[in-house]
């Protein structure tokens, strides 16, 4: 058996990592208890691509053991999919969008930023992919990809940290359930499911507005945003082929 922590007055928390509005620490009870979205959940997630009793728990203080319950999108740690296992401290655990961290309250940093977590990272944003594709083939409900491009009218290096305030501005316009990927701090990738194109086409202006119109300083001088976007459009995913596509399409283009 493998021994989760030493010290039997720890306790053990999920950390909510992603999405970034959500972060909070929630502490895992001792015995069986079940994640999802419905109400019979213990620990309920406000995610749609999460299933009413998604998987189970079982924290007998030494171990994590983590069963998935024959859920739609599937329960991943660090990325592969699992239908049980051991959870161990640091493990991430993804359902459907929703990333959730394995901490010890002895560990547990609360001023922990979210770069640490690598939340733009081509992984977390392809295994969710799957989910977001998953859920419109399910519902027969439009999948939607709005590349945005972020060109300053200066010719500066901006820090990769700057991500996180792009995209704090652009979560903070949102008006869809959408998954933000962030390949550098100047290029998005936005995908939502279940909207119309004119709605694909408003939001991503929307986006782009937030960004045009932030006052954005460098170095003691405002640097003026330009923004551009494109627009992929499915209105509807029938075939397990067409996902494939594309998924291979988002995989070839991050």
Not at 30 to 46: F, H, K, Q, T, V
Request: hydrophobic share 40%.
């Amino acid at each position: 058996m493998t021994i989760f922590c030493n010290v039997i007055n720890d306790k053990l928390f999920f950390k909510i990592i992603f999405p970034i509005e959500q972060q909070r620490f929630i502490e895992i009870p001792e015995g069986r208890s079940i994640i999802g979205r419905g109400l019979s959940a213990d620990i309920r997630l406000n995610d749609e691509l999460v299933s009413r009793e998604h998987c189970e728990i079982f924290n007998n203080t030494q171990v994590i053991h983590l069963r998935d319950l024959h859920s739609t999108n599937g329960s991943f740690i660090n990325f592969t999919e699992q239908s049980e296992a051991v959870l161990q401290n640091g493990d991430q655990l993804q359902i459907g969008a929703t990333i959730l961290k394995v901490v010890i309250q002895a560990s547990a940093d609360i001023t922990e930023t979210f770069s640490a977590h690598n939340i733009f990272s081509q992984e977390h944003f392809i295994s969710c992919s799957k989910s977001f594709l998953k859920f419109a083939a399910r519902n027969n409900t439009s999948i939607s990809v709005i590349d945005l491009i972020i060109n300053p009218n200066a010719n500066i290096s901006l820090p990769k940290t700057l991500a996180l305030k792009f995209f704090s501005l652009i979560n903070n316009v949102k008006s869809h359930t959408h998954l933000l990927y962030s390949p550098t701090p100047l290029h998005f990738k936005i995908l939502l499911s279940g909207i119309s194109e004119k709605e694909t086409e408003t939001e991503a202006a929307t986006f782009a507005d937030a960004l045009n119109e932030h006052k954005f300083f460098w170095n003691d001088s405002q640097v003026s945003l330009v923004c551009s976007y494109k627009i992929q459009y499915f209105s509807s995913i029938k075939t397990d082929s067409e996902q494939v596509q594309i998924l291979k399409s988002l995989e070839e283009s991050c």
